[in-house]
């Protein structure tokens, strides 16, 4: 990301707090030109400044339409530390995406405490952004505070805010991180065990395989569907049969992962398994088994869907033969 890129360039300029101040009010003054390029000069010029009365402008040009502009204004903020902790936290609070993820972007830079309790609870913002760089920034806080509401954020709908959820904690814990997700797995609390099933196949490490497997049959569907997707990841062949049996869960998510899981493992086994399928008493089973043959896009698996299609006597099933059919053209 850019804006961490440049903090190393900007934390090495000189603090300039003797500048004149009809230079900082005319630079301040600037920030509402017209002309972009005016604009930017402006920014980078109060970025470098070191002078208090450039945190309200800078927090007003986070909402400028040009990206330098605001990339500058957001390094300014970080390098003046401090006095801008209270104004970045008060956006981060407020209710527009494009100035708070930049604010919480911000407090992960600048080392003061007080912005640790605002971005724990900017993890249940309505905004991925948000939550995702709430996330980065605790990691950087290194807090054990963090730790549980980073849990819960692995949990989160967004792919984005996992990833983050999870590097911070990697960032927090360590070399512990393996072992705090495999107590996750445990929990009898249904907040953690899914995102630590589904951060343990992010790590990649066989030794995950067997936990994994035990979680095939855990009693939320959302934690055998993330530890069924694990197991794809992690990429090892004990998980083949147990992943076979999870293609008959009774919940789609969990089918359809382990389905994915099984093309990654075994592709030729799995076709067979899923033309095998087309045939089974459940008319949800034989939806997914066309969906998933479909995925593998195997010429080999065509006349068993075209058989689907002329006759199965559920639409649904009809319906997913043909969108397979499709992907095999």
Known sequence: MIVFILVSIVMSFPVQGQAKEKTISDHIQAL?????????????ALATAGDPRVVDPLIRALRDKNGDVREWSVLGLVKMGEPSVEPLIQVLQGNENSVQWQAAAALGLINDSRAVDPLIQALQDDKSDVRYWAAV????????????????????????VREGAFFALQKIKG????????????ESSSRFRPGAAWALGRI???????????????????????????????????????????????????????????????????????????????????????????????????GALLLALQSDEEGDVRMSAAKALKRLD
């Open 32 to 44: 509402s030109d017209r002309d972009v390029k005016v604009r930017v000069e402006a920014a980078k």
């Open 137 to 160: 920034s605790l990691g950087e806080k290194k807090t054990a505070k963090a730790v549980e509401p980073l849990e819960v954020a692995l949990n989160d709908s967004n792919h984005r």
């Open 175 to 186: 070399n512990l991180t393996t072992e705090l997700l495999l107590q996750g797995l445990q």
């Open 204 to 302: 990649k490490d066989p030794k995950f395989v067997d936990p994994l497997i035990n979680a095939l049959k855990d009693g939320d569907s959302k934690v055998r569907a993330e530890a069924a997707a694990s197991l794809g990841m992690i990429g090892d062949i004990r998980a083949v049969v147990p992943l076979q049996k999870a293609f008959q869960d009774k919940e789609g998510d969990v089918r359809r992962a382990a389905a994915m899981s099984l093309l990654h493992l075994d592709r030729d086994g799995s076709v067979d398994i899923f033309i095998h399928a087309l045939q089974d008493a459940q008319p949800e089973q034989r939806v997914d088994a066309a969906w998933a043959l479909g995925e593998a896009r195997e010429s080999r698996a065509k």
